[in-house]
T-cell receptor, first 112, second 114 residues
Framework: EDKVVQSPLSLVVHEGDTVTLNCSYE??????LLWYKQEKKAPTFLFML????IEKKSGRLSSILDKKELFSILNITATQTGDSAVYLC????????????FGAGTQVVVTP | NAGVMQNPRHLVRRRGQEARLRCSPM?????VYWYRQLPEEGLKFMVY????????ESGMPKERFSAEFPKEGPSILRIQQVVRGDSAAYFC????????????FGNGTRLTVT
């Protein structure tokens, strides 16, 4: 059975701290791993990772995929209060396009 | 470039009524997906559609729920004879192609069944 596990479930940090979020997955026919940020409404797309070992960066956010060990990491440096959100990861498979199986998410709270 | 548009944002229905949720994909996107987020739960896939075709409906409840994406107009998720357990946020997403482009989500429709 497919499985997606995110850790930690939640964390509270101070502005300026760095956070590292983990996502491990077990799916058949893996294609890509997607990261989203969800505040009160729509999940906002962050990264799509297909190749192992290649870091993707967007501002203070970065992410990397390890297809051998079946996990991905999302890093946020110099956190700001606007980074407070639930961060979701979801693997995409080759035989079920768009049928993302989301993890439970990591709730990040950044305090001033 | 407008994102995925969903309406209404909030919908209140009494038990037994019908709910219709609309979704217009991003410009240039021909793949539409519906997801449901129950209170305190994660996003769950419901259905994947292309124009006039249902590609994968493995996440749809077998009864009362249907979805369409006509040649013209928005995608519609229809829930007949709603029950309290249908209360949830329903998100629509779209993508440009199938397997190698990310899904972009709309702001969702929050359905409340009284």
């Amino acid at each position: 059975e497919d499985k997606v596990v995110q850790s930690p479930l939640s964390l509270v940090v101070h502005e300026g701290d760095t956070v590292t979020l983990n996502c491990s997955y077990e799916v058949t026919n893996f294609r890509s791993l997607l990261w989203y940020k969800q505040e009160k409404k729509a999940p906002t797309f962050l990264f799509m990772l297909t190749s192992s070992g290649i870091e993707k960066k967007s501002g203070r956010l970065s992410s990397i995929l390890d297809k051998k060990e079946l996990f991905s990491i999302l890093n946020i440096t110099a956190t700001q209060t606007g980074d407070s959100a639930v961060y979701l990861c979801a693997p995409m498979t080759t035989d079920s396009w768009g049928k993302l199986q989301f993890g439970a998410g990591t709730q990040v709270v950044v305090t001033p | 470039n407008a994102g995925v548009m969903q309406n209404p944002r909030h919908l209140v229905r009494r038990r037994g009524q019908e709910a219709r949720l609309r979704c217009s994909p991003m410009k240039g996107h021909s793949h539409v997906y519906w997801y449901r987020q129950l209170p305190e739960e994660g996003l769950k896939f419901m259905v994947y559609l292309q124009k006039e075709n249902i590609i994968d409906e493995s996440g749809m409840p077998k009864e009362r729920f249907s979805a369409e994406f006509p040649k013209e107009g928005p995608s519609i998720l229809r829930i007949q004879q709603v029950v309290r357990g249908d209360s949830a946020a329903y998100f629509c997403a779209s993508s440009q192609t199938g397997g190698d482009s990310p899904l972009h989500f709309g702001n969702g429709t929050r359905l409340t069944v009284t």
